[in-house]
């Protein structure tokens, strides 16, 4: 860590021993976004309102009919529609996955 006085892309000095944690992840933040041209990171894939909403509606329906433990998160898969990952739910309980998810449409 640097002892002293840095001088940030804004103008402003930061007195590195005397400022506050917060003061210096702002710092921090402000030279990265300096570094970058302004840019955010690209990288990766994210997924689609979409996905999310569909992800969100599996994981009440699984609330719904009592698997209090259960989640449900869209994972996203590049260039095309997005995998939904379902945790929390015991192997005796498969039932009531079925029953969330397929709904009336079982017969």
């Known amino acids: 860590?640097?002892?002293?006085?840095?001088?940030?892309?804004s103008g402003k000095v930061l007195?590195?021993?005397g400022s506050s944690v917060r003061d210096k992840q702002e710092a921090t933040k402000e030279v990265r976004e300096?570094?970058?041209g302004g840019k955010k990171n690209t990288k990766g894939s994210s997924t689609s309102a979409e996905d999310r909403r569909v992800a969100a509606?599996?994981?009440?329906?699984?609330h719904a009919v009592?698997?209090?433990?259960?989640?449900?998160?869209?994972?996203?898969?590049?260039g095309k529609v997005g995998d939904l990952r379902i945790e929390g739910i015991p192997t005796s309980e498969m039932r009531l996955l079925c029953k969330a998810l397929?709904?009336?449409r079982r017969r």
């Open 1 to 9: 860590m640097r002892k002293g006085n840095v001088l940030l892309p």
């Open 15 to 17: 007195d590195v021993p």
């Open 66 to 78: 009592g698997l209090k433990r259960a989640s449900v998160r869209a994972v996203a898969r590049p």
């Open 102 to 104: 397929c709904g009336a």
């Open 34 to 36: 300096a570094a970058s």
């Open 57 to 62: 509606e599996a994981e009440a329906a699984l």
